[in-house]
């Protein structure tokens, strides 16, 4: 069983930089893949990006050299740095973690609670 909490999102103007963390409870940390979900307002959760067991990432394009994944698995903690934040970034954030690294939510067994990323213009 993994339990993960999100924090770090908060009110930025666009142009702005945030750094979420997921700090992850339970054993075998360092054997999950991770990612990082966003739901804005009125819309489905999509796939922002993951980091698997060996450290290599994956993100969505429309994220793309501003966003960036990390892992420490000594702190058992995945990070998103967000650089050149847009109103579109407005989303809500969940970090999930899973023994396949995917693109979909579905291969995912654990989430977190999600924390609130606003990006005015």
């Known amino acids: 069983q993994v339990q993960l909490v999100e924090s770090g999102g908060g009110l930025v103007q666009a142009g702005g930089s945030l750094r979420l963390s997921c700090a992850a409870s339970?054993?075998?940390?360092?054997?999950?893949?991770m990612a990082w979900f966003r739901q804005a307002p009125g819309k489905e959760r999509t796939f922002v990006g993951f980091?698997?067991?060996?450290?290599?990432?994956r993100t969505v394009d429309s994220v793309k050299g501003r966003f960036a994944i990390s892992r420490d698995n000594a702190k058992n903690a995945v990070y998103l740095q967000m650089n050149s934040l847009k109103p579109e970034d407005t989303a809500v954030y969940y970090c999930?973690?899973?023994?396949?690294?995917?693109?979909?939510?579905?291969?995912?067994?654990?989430w977190g609670q999600g924390t609130q990323v606003t990006v005015s213009s």
């Open positions: 999930a973690a899973g023994g396949t690294a995917a693109t979909t939510g579905r291969w995912y067994d654990y």
């Open positions: 339970g054993r075998r940390f360092s054997s999950y893949a």
């Open positions: 980091i698997n067991r060996d450290g290599g990432t």
